[in-house]
Every structure is written in C-alpha cells, then in structure tokens.
C-alpha cells in the first residue's frame, strides 16, 4: 500500500469529523437521545481516544493525550462516568484536528511495521491504520445520525 495513501484517507475522514463535529449546536453536544447510550462529545473524544491509543499502543510508544482522554472515552466508557477530568470540547476538537498530521509525522516511516495480535488482526501498522479509519467512519454515521435528531 502507498503510505501516503492511508494518511490522506485518515485526513479525509477526520475533516468529515470535524465538520459534523462543528455543525453540531454547542448546548446540545452533551445531550443524549433516546436509543443512544452515549453523546457527540463522547463519539469524538471516542474517535480521538481509540485511533490514538490503539496506533501507539500497538507499536510500543507512549500517546501523547493524557490518561483523562482513555479514561472518559474508550472502550465501555460513558458520560455518566465522567469526571472533573473529562476533557472538554474545545480540548477534544483542537487535538482531534492535529492528530492526522501527529499521527503521519510519527508513523508513516513505520507503516510496514509488525504488530502484536491485535482486535483487527491487522499484521502491520498500515493495516491497522486502515480499519482504524473503518471505525473512526463508523463513528462518523452516529454522529450525524446524532446531529440529524437533535436539531429536530
């Protein structure tokens, strides 16, 4: 696969992300609908925490987010579990928008990588980027569902 194909897949994506992210009114980012179990800020700071931990995880390296972001939005987390702690959503938005070109600085030298087993079954790094971006478009479907019902 050409490495910078992925990274510009992942640019897509979360710029797709991003601008749900931002159609999304500021009182009702926190407001979860019925027949969901979570809310926007949870599905972004869920894109963020999982694409960034399951990447640097999975090769060994420490993430440069802080434990609050693992904490607040990974797997089997929700809302009603936060804390102080929990980022916000200026702080979730800001990293999220760095992240894709965080992530290619860090690792585009590294996409033919070796992992360990893993939840994907993913064999290299570029694998792993590859259905990462498949979950982080999974994500992207809740959150303009989300969206969709709360201006109603």
Excluded at 110 to 126: C, G, I, Q, Y
Excluded at 143 to 150: E, F, N, W
């Amino acid at each position: 696969m050409r490495g910078t194909y992925v990274f510009d897949l992942l640019d897509v994506v979360v710029g797709r992300v991003l601008d749900q992210a931002a159609s999304c009114p500021a009182d009702k980012r926190d407001t979860i609908l019925p027949g969901f179990s979570n809310n926007v800020r949870w599905q972004v700071g869920h894109i963020l925490a999982t694409t960034d931990g399951a990447l640097h995880g999975f090769t060994g390296m420490a993430s440069p987010l802080s434990e609050s972001y693992r904490k607040s939005f990974g797997n089997g987390t929700k809302p009603a579990d936060w804390n102080d702690e929990t980022p916000d959503w200026d702080a979730i938005i800001a990293n999220l928008r760095e992240m894709p070109a965080r992530l290619r600085a860090t690792f585009e030298s590294k996409l033919d990588s070796t992992l360990p087993e893993n939840f994907a079954k993913a064999k290299t790094l570029d694998e792993l980027l590859v259905a990462l971006t498949g979950h982080i478009n999974l994500h992207l479907g809740q959150i303009s569902a989300m969206i969709r019902t709360l201006r109603q």
